[in-house]
């Protein structure tokens, strides 16, 4: 009785409570997860140096491209080069192109960089995990793996998650590299301003500070979507259909997670202000 007669307010309680209960379920998923590393270290040292190879390099058709160090290099590089562009043409305007390098180093740091270096690793490393753990599951390999005494979440998920942390240093530092080298190689080369004038605000403005907070947003951002993918994978099913929607939820969860990051770090690391005067 009450259901037909509230048929909408009915299905608006199932659906939140659904979501409610697979909020839940991820949060004990990604406990679990993490709790399993030094299980992972110690018996699945093999197969986490395997996964940082695979994720660093590629394979397949993404080895011929290199990866995620390419893909993720290169978005950062025609990102630097976006940012020298438009603070170039947007300095001008009123007369101090000069701080072009001062934009460059802020910008790429704080925002750009590990933004963009966040959606490489969902659409390189995350989306990978996530369709090779659904195939894992819709073809009944983890279950496989549970009737031989193997724990799947630390010899699945938790090497994946090392694997990233391990693999996310090297690889955003050089994605940072190339966002530098773009915004001055298109403020020096493409526009002529003096190279002396370009390192002398860059240098000023670039805070050591600022780079190790990156880094940190960096690692904040891997851990999040190698969580996010591999629940998604290890839970997809539905045939080779309910993988492609796994992947698909997993990608959508993971954007709106990094831009979710970047800005609480950068409330509570900058405050509302920037943590940035500029006079004189």
Partial sequence: ??????????????????????IGAQALFDIMALATIPLAVRRYRK?????????????????????????????????????AVQGYSSLGNVGIEALTGFFAAFINVRIAAPV????????????????????????????????????????????????????????????LLASFFASRFATVVLYGQSGGTYDHYFSTFLIASDVMWSFFQAVVMAVTVMLIHTYYGYNAAGGPAGVGRAVGSAVRTSLVAVVTVTLLISLAVYGRSGNFNLSG
């Fill in 1 to 22: 009785m009450y259901t037909h007669r509230f048929a909408r307010l009915h299905r608006f309680q199932r659906r939140v409570v659904g979501q409610v209960d697979q």
């Fill in 116 to 175: 963009i270096a966040g959606i490489g690793l969902s659409a390189t490393i995350g989306a990978g995990a996530t369709a090779q753990l659904g195939a894992m599951r819709v073809s009944d390999e983890i279950d496989a793996l549970e009737s031989m005494a193997i724990r799947p979440v630390p010899y699945l998920v938790s090497t994946r998650l090392l694997a990233g942390l391990l693999a996310i240093i090297p690889l955003y530092a050089l994605a």
């Fill in 47 to 83: 197969e986490t140096l395997r996964l940082v190879a695979e994720i660093s390099m590629g394979t397949g058709a993404l080895a011929l491209i290199g990866g995620s160090v390419v893909i993720v290099g290169f978005l950062t590089l025609f990102t630097g080069g976006t940012i």
